[in-house]
């Protein structure tokens, strides 16, 4: 069986991609504070958004889907679950919850791992939620013929209790060490995670919540006011690129786990970036204090169409009515152009029509 032993990644040299975006995340980390004690009542509203988005976008990724609607009443705990698909999700809601709430409580160790795992299946009909896996399970792909192809060969149900106690020693060996950086540790322990593949199912959504709590125990909050998951789910292809050409050589520690670090590394810098947008746009809105003038600063940095939905999430600060009354006068004044109607409707600059 594969040994995990992060000791070997100090003497490592990373591509000038990966030092860059370590830098600036650092940067970013050291801005938190400023962030977070700019705008509070902006930023409770970023954590709603961002709780909402984080469950929708880990679950989609696994076809796990319900309508918008019903996704935000299942958050909000305004209703029960009606189908398989919405008690999954309501299992990842609250799994997300206590990684926000207790993360300092939750150590990286297999029972606990196994523990989170029975949470996010505790509402479905499953009996191995909080059990590892006890059948083999391949990762395979869908062909154009209709057809499916084994991508990876995870290992087998009886060496995985034993690669996750070595997993999770090796992670916390290395943190205590401090002589690798967290940002590349956590993508290191997530690709692994992915590589063992543990459970008969929920693997996925199990990486994307460790993937939270590992920022979090490192001093990365970013994920609680812009979804990691979203990110990942918007590009997915992407992701799953970078998992393939860094499981390559996995069983015999050959890989390279370069691609994955990257990736992960341009996600949680596009959301610290978001972040810095959203601040900055609540941050003006003490000088321009109308809510047309907000919309309107926002409108005027997008690129191609945006919902409303879009405008609210970008805008924190506003509520449905304003932005819905902003978005109006715009329209009005032929700074946007409206298309389409009802629950289709998009807004677009104006001048992006013009030659």
């Known amino acids: 069986?594969?040994?995990?032993?992060?000791?070997?990644?100090?003497?490592?040299?990373?591509?000038?991609?990966?030092?860059?975006?370590?830098?600036?995340?650092?940067?970013?980390?050291?801005?938190?504070?400023?962030?977070?004690a700019a705008k509070p009542t902006a930023l409770r509203r970023l954590v709603e958004i961002a709780r909402i988005q984080s469950t929708e976008g880990s679950n989609s990724i696994?076809?796990?889907?319900?309508?918008?609607?019903?996704?935000?009443?299942?958050?909000?705990?305004?209703?029960?679950?009606?189908?398989?698909?919405?008690?999954?999700?309501?299992?990842?809601?609250?799994?997300l919850d206590l990684i926000h709430e207790s993360y300092e409580y939750i150590p990286v160790r297999p029972s606990y791992v196994l523990q989170l795992h029975r949470d996010l299946l505790r509402y479905t009909s499953y009996s191995y939620g909080g059990s590892f896996k006890s059948t083999p399970n391949e990762i395979g792909t869908v062909l154009a013929d209709g057809g499916t192809s084994t991508v990876f060969t995870p290992l087998e149900p009886r060496e995985v209790p034993e690669a996750i106690e070595q997993l999770?020693?090796?992670?916390?060996?290395?943190?205590?060490?401090?002589?690798?950086?967290?940002?590349?540790?956590?993508?290191?322990?997530?690709?692994?995670?992915?590589?063992?593949?543990?459970?008969?199912?929920?693997?996925?959504?199990?990486?994307?919540?460790?993937?939270?709590?590992?920022?979090?125990?490192?001093g990365y909050h970013i994920g609680r006011y812009i979804s990691i998951e979203k990110a990942i789910a918007d590009t997915k292809d992407s992701y799953y690129h970078a998992l393939a050409a860094a499981d390559v050589g996995w069983h015999t520690s050959e890989n390279d786990p370069k691609p994955f670090i990257q990736y992960m590394l341009s996600i949680i810098l596009s959301c610290y970036r978001d972040l810095e947008?959203?601040?900055?746009t609540v941050e003006d809105a003490g000088v321009r204090s109308t809510a047309y003038d907000?919309?309107?600063?926002?409108?005027?940095?997008?690129?191609?169409?945006?919902?409303?939905?879009?405008?609210?999430?970008?805008?924190?600060?506003?509520?449905?009515?304003?932005?819905?009354?902003?978005l109006k006068k715009l329209v009005d004044d032929g700074t946007l152009t409206r298309l389409g109607a009802g629950r289709r409707t998009r807004y677009v600059r104006r001048d992006s029509f013009e030659r």
């Open 62 to 95: 696994e076809g796990i889907r319900t309508t918008g609607p019903r996704l935000r009443k299942l958050i909000t705990d305004k209703t029960t679950p009606r189908n398989r698909d919405e008690e999954e999700i309501l299992g990842y809601r609250n799994v």
């Open 1 to 36: 069986m594969r040994a995990f032993d992060y000791s070997s990644l100090r003497d490592r040299t990373w591509s000038n991609e990966i030092v860059s975006h370590v830098a600036q995340i650092h940067e970013f980390k050291g801005k938190q504070e400023h962030y977070f």
């Open 294 to 326: 907000i919309v309107r600063r926002y409108s005027l940095e997008k690129v191609g169409t945006f919902t409303k939905r879009d405008a609210l999430e970008g805008c924190p600060n506003l509520g449905s009515s304003s932005v819905e009354s902003a």
């Open 277 to 280: 947008s959203r601040i900055r």
């Open 168 to 218: 999770c020693n090796a992670y916390n060996s290395a943190i205590a060490e401090n002589e690798v950086d967290p940002l590349i540790l956590i993508p290191c322990f997530v690709l692994d995670f992915l590589c063992i593949h543990p459970f008969k199912d929920g693997n996925g959504r199990m990486s994307r919540l460790l993937t939270l709590l590992l920022l979090y125990r490192a």
